[in-house]
C-alpha cells in the first residue's frame, strides 16, 4: 500500500524559504511532484520530477522553486526560495507507481505573511 508523508510547511516572511518534504513508500515511483491549491483556486502543478531527473516547474515558480528528488528513499523535496504571498496555498505531494496508480498526500500549509 502506497503511503505519503508530507512535511516542511509553515508560515514565513515574503522573502523567506521554506523546504518541502515527501517521502514515499509501498512501491518505486516513476514520477513524483508537488502541487497546490489556494483558497478559491484550482489545484495545480508547481513542479515535478521524473525518476531520471527531468524537470518541470510552472512559470511562476522558475527561477526561485527547486525540486529534487533521492530515489534510494523515495523522497522528493521542494526548495522554496524568495517565497511571495501569492505563494500562499496548501501544497499537496503526488506520485505515480510504478505499478500503476497516482496517489496523493494529505497536504500541508504554506502561508507567506509579514
Known amino acids: 500500500q502506497v503511503h505519503l508523508v508530507e512535511s516542511g510547511g509553515g508560515l514565513v516572511q515574503p522573502g523567506g524559504s521554506l523546504r518541502l518534504s515527501c517521502a514515499a513508500s509501498?512501491?518505486?515511483?516513476?514520477?513524483m511532484g508537488w502541487y497546490r491549491q489556494a483558497p478559491g483556486k484550482q489545484r495545480e502543478l508547481v513542479a515535478a520530477?521524473?525518476?531520471?531527473?527531468?524537470?518541470n516547474y510552472a512559470d511562476s515558480v522558475k527561477g526561485r522553486f527547486t525540486i529534487s528528488g533521492d530515489n534510494a528513499k523515495n523522497t522528493v523535496y521542494l526548495q522554496m526560495n524568495s517565497l511571495k504571498p501569492e505563494d500562499t496555498a496548501v501544497y499537496y505531494c503526488?506520485?505515480?507507481?510504478?505499478?500503476?496508480?497516482?496517489?496523493w498526500g494529505q497536504g500541508t500549509q504554506v502561508t507567506v505573511s509579514s
Open positions: 503526488n506520485v505515480d507507481s510504478l505499478l500503476g496508480g497516482n496517489y
Open positions: 509501498g512501491s518505486i515511483f516513476t514520477n
Open positions: 520530477i521524473t525518476r531520471g531527473g527531468t524537470t
